[in-house]
């Protein structure tokens, strides 16, 4: 118990961390190319804003939040998703009266819903999501989709293919609804138990059931593009336009619904083939009437969300590597006690003029001390000690053509910085 995590999450142990950051660069340079900038928000917000913001009658309200009362007796819950906190700051942050579009991204944020652990499913995973507030344009999506296409892409992700569909707007949407209610209304008893009660709360998600009977029955059901009104229509429209302009090939799927409530118009997912549903890498929407919902001032939105987790088991499946950074450039070992000091002053001199330098800190013999050099595949080793300490100088050793040089300890850290980065 004590030595295994909670089922359902994941350490990043260090010798990963570098895909972590390498994919965390990525992110920020494309980001900050688009204009956006990074919002951090609370890992925990209050119960309240994920109800109204995500939607009551969504699994992931009503199943998969993480709630619990603080010692003040308020209802608090684990972030579900990562949209309500940004707004949630973008109207405390007072920054709908600034000068818009409002362009955010967060990266890394903690995202935590209770469900059952399988590949690609955490309880706790780590979300990339960039948010535009007061664009009301189709360009915000079609940004957002190249924005994301580019990280993917950049990371040496192949074979994704865009998704994307309009679930119309407050205007439009209530006659689908009643039209998809009348068509599965004469069929409940084909449905699976989940659809059955999904019917009466929410009878889009029966158009992204995975079980086979709900799929084979929605195939018939009416389709949301016949019925949106003019400017849900258009919109879809011009968002295709662009993108076919950008050259990104997409697919047009009437059953994305996406779980959260708060989309409006289009919905988006970029999915990676895995057996034959498929795993979604990222999903997103416009979510027009979301920032008025939760109280600020109508502001049209989008925005999407990327589980980092996803895209290195992705990497992973596709046999893609990232580039390793050298872990250390220069090993200083020393040959004894009179050694230690100078070897480690060097080390601290070598560090600050920006070279990566290790140092022995488990008092092994020289032996042991170059094994560790070369376990971690250290460039140069400078040994400390000896005749050359009492002549005041050192010896740089280069390990891959074992070639050395004994170098005056008077400017050592200048010298060896020069062969470690020359
Ligand atoms: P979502 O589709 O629920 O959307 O999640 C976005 C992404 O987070 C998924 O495509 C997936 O990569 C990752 N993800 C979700 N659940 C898990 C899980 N249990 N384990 C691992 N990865 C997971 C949202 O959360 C929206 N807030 C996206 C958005 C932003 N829409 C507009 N703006």
């Known amino acids: 118990m004590l030595t295994q995590a909670p089922k ?208 084979a029955l929605v195939k018939d059901a009416p389709s949301m593009l016949d019925m949106l009104c003019d400017e849900c229509r258009e919109h879809f429209e011009t968002l295709q336009t662009l993108l076919t302009a950008r050259g990104i090939p997409f697919k047009v799927d009437t059953h994305i619904v996406r779980g959260l409530d708060y989309y409006t118009k289009t919905v988006f997912e970029v999915m990676v083939s895995r057996g034959r549903e498929g795993l979604a890498l990222c999903g997103g929407g416009r979510y027009d009437g979301l920032v008025e919902q939760l109280g600020g001032p109508a502001t049209p939105a989008a925005g999407f969300g990327i589980g980092t987790e996803r895209i290195i088991m992705e990497l992973e499946n596709q046999g893609v590597t990232l580039p390793q950074p050298p872990l250390c450039d220069v090993y200083i070992a020393n040959l004894g006690a009179e050694a230690k000091q100078p070897a480690y002053l060097l080390c601290q001199q070598l560090r600050d003029l920006g070279v990566r330098a290790e140092e022995d800190l488990c008092g092994r013999s020289l032996k042991a001390q170059f094994k560790y050099a070369d376990k971690i595949a250290a460039r140069y080793i400078v040994i400390v000690g000896g005749d050359e300490l009492a002549r005041g100088t050192v010896k740089a050793r280069n390990l891959s053509t074992r070639e050395e040089q004994e170098i005056p300890l008077d400017g050592a850290a200048e010298a060896i910085r020069a062969l470690a980065q020359g």
């Not at 199943?63 to 619990?68: I, R």
């Not at 209802?75 to 998703?81: A, D, F, G, N, R």
């Not at 998809?180 to 019917?199: A, I, N, V």
Request: charged share 30%; hydrophobic share 35%; net charge positive.
């Open 8 to 215: 359902g999450t994941r350490d990043m142990l260090p010798q990963d961390a570098y895909i972590w950051q390498t994919i965390e660069a990525v992110m920020r340079r494309r980001a900050a190319l688009a204009g956006f900038r990074e919002v951090r928000t609370p890992v925990f917000e209050h119960t309240e804003l994920f109800l109204r913001g995500v939607g009551d009658t969504t699994d992931i309200v009503q199943k998969e939040m993480y709630t619990f009362k603080d010692k003040g007796d308020r209802s608090i819950t684990l972030k579900p998703e990562g949209t309500a906190g940004a707004v949630r700051a973008f109207l405390e942050g007072k920054l709908f009266a600034d000068a818009l579009p409002c362009k955010m991204y967060y990266l890394n944020n903690p995202v935590f819903r209770y469900e059952k652990p399988q590949a690609g499913r955490l309880r706790e995973h780590h979300q990339f999501g960039m948010e535009c507030f007061g664009g009301k344009e189709p360009t915000v999506e079609a940004e957002l989709i190249a924005t994301l296409l580019g990280i993917l892409g950049d990371l040496g992700l192949k074979g994704l293919s865009v998704n994307i569909n309009s679930i119309g707007c407050p205007h439009c949407r209530p006659k689908y609804h009643a039209a998809l209610k009348e068509y599965l209304s004469g069929r409940l008893d084909q449905l699976c138990p989940t659809c059955r009660e999904r019917f009466d709360r929410n009878p889009l998600r029966v158009l992204d059931c995975k079980e086979e009977g709900c799929k």
